[in-house]
């Protein structure tokens, strides 16, 4: 596996560190327990890492040096490509002729260094997006910056290097065909999972788990949690909750904001923007903001909350909203990307159309009223994510490396696109 930009044992949250990390640590994971031997390779940021890292019994971490060790932002990295290249070319250079079996690149970066590896060993490439440049570009959010035109190069370069894509969602995989051209025998939809050994509802009293977080108990809790930056919309939740407290003033005694993540992406040029916005809106006494947070301490907060909001202007699929549903709390999120298929729609939380803020404030009120409404969405929630174990999605995603080597043998029983609901 291939993740040039972040690697797997960065804290999600921060920095470039997301949903992609999270993917790569539990497929890799379940991978490994079916008998597939994962190496992941990831630019080293710091001079003290060691050149590997056991990062579960049968995955291995590489570090590779490919430019300074810090001070490269993701945009940077275009230019270490060529280094990173050698790094791994250099790794199996070290083995046996024919040590890795098969090339799985994560995001357009790594698809570079994918496709240049497996065209030298001779072995298939199957790529993931993650995020693609023009489906971002099409939905941007007001203030961020458009991808370049050198990222939509190098994603249409992939497409077509690629054995196989793994999509998140048929809407992804719709994409791919519109956007990049890409053949349906290339596309396997393969939905990402959960790890429900963490994240499931709570053993012990809500009540208890907001008294670890110093929250009160009769709270009416509406959590953001990601990455601060404006892909991720938290100003939208701002603007909602502003407009929410107009509609309904006795509100602002119980309702608690917490905004829990780190700056990232084009929200680091303004890292206090989130905090001077809270106060212009009069909403700053019911806001927190708290830093990226281990998942342990993840699920206290998704099981303290009592809904997520989750206001994307994109989400490839959108793992938070599973994690939050698999511990029992209904998600209220856009309907982008793979969003409506994360959430159902009236049935574990609800789904808004856009981004304004007086629509989203009228959903959210629906989850606040002391009717139980979020306490049955949240019930449905944690019944829904059962069906997400990363267990599938590594069976499926094997599947998809077996097609994928069967047709570069040249077996033409094995070919074929492949779609996993």
């Not at 327990?33 to 994962?38: C, F, P």
């Not at 060790?69 to 250079?93: I, M, N, S, W």
């Not at 994918?114 to 941007?140: D, I, Q, S």
Request: hydrophobic share 45%; with cysteine.
């Amino acid at each position: 596996m291939l993740s040039v930009h972040t690697s797997p044992l960065h804290q999600p949250g921060t920095g470039d560190a997301g949903g992609m990390n999270v993917y790569i640590v539990e497929l890799s994971r379940c991978l490994a327990e079916l008998g597939i031997e994962v190496e992941v390779f990831t630019r080293a940021t710091s001079s003290d890492l060691p050149p590997e890292v056991e990062l579960a019994p049968g995955v291995l971490v590489r570090h590779v040096t490919a430019g300074p060790y810090e001070g490269l932002v993701k945009e940077d990295l275009p230019a270490q490509l060529c280094a990173f290249t050698h790094g791994v070319l250099r790794t199996e250079a070290g083995h046996r002729p024919g040590h890795y079996d098969l090339v799985h690149s994560h995001y357009w970066l790594s698809g570079q260094v994918g496709w240049l590896a497996a065209e030298r060993w001779g072995v298939p490439l199957v790529h993931t997006m993650h995020t693609m440049a023009k489906v971002k570009n099409a939905r941007l959010a007001a203030g961020d910056t458009p991808e370049p035109q050198a990222r939509v190069i190098g994603e249409t370069q992939v497409v077509e290097a690629a054995d196989r894509l793994i999509a998140n969602t048929a809407g992804e995989a719709d994409e791919l065909r519109r956007h990049y051209e890409a053949s349906p025998e290339q596309l396997a939809v393969v939905h990402p999972g959960v790890n429900l050994e963490i994240f499931h509802p709570a053993r012990e009293s809500r009540a208890a788990v907001r008294a670890r977080l110093g929250l009160p108990r009769d709270a009416v809790v509406l959590l953001f949690a990601g990455r601060i930056q404006p892909l991720k919309g938290p100003d939208v939740l701002l603007r909602a909750v502003a407009a929410l407290l107009t509609r309904q003033p006795s509100l602002r005694e119980r309702l608690i904001v917490p905004i829990v993540g780190g700056l990232s992406g084009t929200g680091l040029a303004a890292p206090e923007r989130l905090h001077k916005l809270a106060c212009r809106l009069g909403i700053a006494d019911v806001v927190r903001f708290q830093p990226a947070v281990g998942q342990t301490e993840l699920t206290d907060w998704y099981r303290a909350a009592t809904a997520l909001a989750m206001p994307s202007y994109n989400e490839s699929f959108g793992l938070v909203a599973l994690e939050a549903q698999a511990c029992g709390t209904p998600v209220v999120a856009a309907a982008v990307g793979g969003l409506p298929v994360a959430v159902r729609d009236g049935a574990t939380g609800l789904l808004v159309n856009g981004h304004d803020p007086r629509d989203w404030a009228e959903a959210l009120l629906k989850v606040c009223r002391d009717d139980g409404y979020a306490e049955r969405l949240g019930e449905a929630a944690g019944r829904h994510a059962l069906s997400f174990g990363w267990a599938v999605s590594a069976a499926a995603t094997a599947d998809v490396y077996a097609e994928a080597l069967a047709a570069k043998a040249g077996d033409p029983l094995r070919m074929g696109p492949v779609s996993v609901a």
